[in-house]
């Protein structure tokens, strides 16, 4: 739902939606009969922008159970959470090594963390709008109390 937020403006097939997201077509019609049935969306079609409104309420409320967050050990990887835009720019680093999705193109070293999806980090990397929004739900998702809240704000200007 979230690569359909930010490409709201596209007109999406399912077998565009699966090259962006490089997964298959099978999973991108399962994922929005089930966005349908959530209620993201208002039939189970690509015609439309998912409903905001509905989207913000499970990613605030819902997303942290739905998809609790997994740390690992130290990889090189993708920075997420507050290690990446747009927390990063706020956030003052702290003797913690920053969360990254473990990926072989990433640029720093970091706790992995695993990402909702395992196609999630490639998709971003093609995506700077889609990686905002999938780091700002992973502070959402396991981030300190003043992270979370700022990351609930920068969803809610985007949604």
Known sequence: MLKLWVGREKSWTY???????????????????????AGFLMEASLAQ?????ALMEFLVHGAKYAFPAERGGMARGIPTAHAAAPLKAEILPDDEPPPVWPHPEGTERGVTFAPLYSAAPRAALRDSALYEMLALLDAIRAGRARERQRAIQLLEERL
């Open 49 to 53: 922008a998912p409903n905001p409104m």
């Open 15 to 37: 077998p565009l939606l699966a090259q962006e997201l490089g997964i298959s077509l099978s999973e991108v019609h399962g994922a929005v009969k089930r966005a349908a049935q």
